[in-house]
């Protein structure tokens, strides 16, 4: 021994596969090293390998990228289609923007059919077109029209019972024409007038109104009376043909009955509407209006 002895706590080292029994052992082993385990060690790299890094993408900034498109050709024609639909549509707003202003210049009033709701066929706007104290009247003046839609066809189903009954086909086809000239007849000559007359405050339309009016009121007093002029007054149902009626068959003179009733309170309505009108004519001064207006025409048809 020398004097010194070596590092006592030096480790000694010693080979594992110096053992035989470790060398038969060693083929079999599962351990890989380190932290993983594995039934192949031989497929584990060592800790001290690194794996070679990619190499870069080459990048150009100013590159395109290539997208399908049409070609110049395609693109020039449909760039001309779409100027000559532009123009087109400029041409078409400057257009209407024309006729606009020359409806604006005359004075007319374009309106949009409302009524009824479900199948417009006529502009009617009370509440918003007619002055707050005269939509009262015109509201009963239009209930007058709605009345003598109904009285008429009433009249077609009274009508119709009697033919029914043996009175032969001509009253009925006479009905059928009171309908179909009455209904539209009454709107374009008393009640459309009556309902510009309240927006306008026109004395014409005023005095078309009262003319026409008188006319619609007239005929129905003649209807409620029905008296025997034409066919024995059986072609509308009033009193007279009711009386008539009810002693042959009872049924159809019920129908005359209701229709003479209907045409009386037809009748009652259209006197309370002229007197109401007549009262705001006379009220607003538009009696004199209409008469120098007519004095006004009449000087000039004799010049």
């Not at 706590?9 to 010693?14: R, S, Y």
């Not at 070609?71 to 024309?98: G, H």
């Not at 059928?176 to 539209?184: H, K, L, M, N, T």
């Not at 927006?199 to 014409?204: E, F, K, N, V």
């Amino acid at each position: 021994m020398s004097r010194y002895d070596s590092n006592p706590f030096e480790e000694e080292e010693v080979n594992p596969f110096s053992d035989p029994a470790v060398r038969r052992g060693s083929g079999q082993s599962n351990y890989g090293g380190g932290s993983f385990f594995t039934t192949n060690p031989g497929s584990v790299p060592p800790a001290t390998s690194r794996l070679s890094p990619l190499p870069p993408e080459p990048y150009d900034r100013g590159a395109t990228i290539d997208i399908p498109l049409d070609s110049a050709k395609d693109l020039k024609a449909k760039e001309k289609e779409l100027q000559a639909k532009e123009a087109e549509l400029r041409k078409r707003e400057q257009e209407l923007k024309r006729k606009e202003d020359a409806i604006a210049r005359a004075g007319i009033v374009i309106e949009e059919k409302n009524w009824p709701p479900y199948f417009p066929i006529i502009h009617h706007d009370i509440a918003n077109e007619i002055p707050i104290h005269l939509q009262k009247m015109q509201y009963v003046a239009f209930t007058t029209l709605l009345g003598l839609v109904l009285c008429l066809l009433w009249n077609i189903v009274a009508v119709t019972t009697a033919w029914i009954k043996g009175e032969g086909p001509t009253i009925w086809f006479l009905s059928i024409i009171y309908f179909i000239s009455g209904v539209p007849g009454g709107y374009v000559l008393w009640y459309r007038p009556l309902y510009c007359a309240m927006r306008t405050d026109s004395a014409l339309k005023f005095g078309w109104f009262f003319l026409f009016y008188l006319l619609h009121i007239g005929f129905c007093i003649f209807a409620a009376v029905a008296p025997p002029i034409i066919f024995k007054g059986k072609s509308l149902a009033g009193i007279l043909p009711a009386i008539d009626l009810w002693g042959k068959h009872a049924l159809v003179g019920i129908f005359y009955f209701i229709g003479f009733g209907f045409f009386c309170i037809e009748s009652l309505l259209s006197v309370w509407v002229i007197q109401q009108v007549y009262m705001y004519f006379r009220g607003t001064g538009k009696a004199a209006e209409i008469k120098r207006e007519a004095a006004t025409r009449t000087m000039m048809a004799a010049l």
